[in-house]
Structure formats: C-alpha cells, structure tokens
Nanobody, 118 residues
Framework: QVQIVESGGGLVQPGGSLRLSCVAS????????MAWFRQGPGKEREVVAW??????????RDIMKGRVTISRDNAKDTVSVYLEMNNLKPEDTAVYYC?????????WGQGTQVTVSS
C-alpha cells in the first residue's frame, strides 16, 4: 500500500525555523525524484523544492533559495524526505506535502500545516 505521511509543521514566529519530515512507502520511492510542495490559503499547490533520486541534484523555488534545505534517506521501498526551513515569513504559511516530483503522483498524504505568525 502506497502511503505518504508528513509531519513537523506548527506555529512559528516570523524569522523562526522548522524541520519537516516525510515518510513515503509502498513503492520504489528511493529510485524517484522527490519534491516538497505547498498550498497556501486560496492558492494553487506549488513546488517548493525538489531533488533527484540520489539527492545529487537539487532545485529550489526562487523565493525559497537560501532559506530551505532538502535532504533524503533512501531505503529499499521507503524514503524519508526532509525540509529544513529558516527565516520563515508569513507568506510561507501553507500546508506542506511531499510526493514524487513528476506525474503520475502517488496518493497525496494529509500534509503538515505550517503557520507563520506573530
């Protein structure tokens, strides 16, 4: 059974930091390029950062460059994906998801809510 579970979100003040985690299992995620997405209130889902299956190639959304770092730990049929976010801004408020970077997407997890507010 394919499953994605995100965690680590919460309420943080502007300028604060969070580390999001994602565990994806049930298919060969370790051989897939993975990404973090987010969907803010009233907005479309967008890619935040993505990397190749072995993490050798990484790419970040321009507005996130310098503030986020992605990493991953691959196992046979499970991958753990992390998103370290620093200097958070109110506009970073969103539900954050991980998934493979390209279609067809795996079934989406529930996401983890990040709220940046004073």
């Amino acid at each position: 059974q394919v499953q994605i579970v995100e965690s680590g979100g919460g309420l943080v003040q502007p300028g604060g930091s969070l580390r999001l985690s994602c565990v994806a299992s049930g298919m060969a995620f370790s051989s897939l390029a993975m990404a973090w997405f987010r969907q803010g209130p009233g907005k479309e889902r967008e890619v935040v950062a993505w990397f190749s299956h072995n993490g050798a190639i990484t790419n970040y959304r321009d507005i996130m460059k310098g503030r986020v770092t992605i990493s991953r730990d691959n196992a046979k049929d499970t991958v753990s994906v992390y998103l370290e976010m620093n200097n958070l801004k109110p506009e970073d408020t969103a539900v954050y998801y991980c998934n493979r970077v390209a279609t067809p997407f795996a079934p989406w997890g529930q996401g983890t809510q990040v709220t940046v507010s004073s």
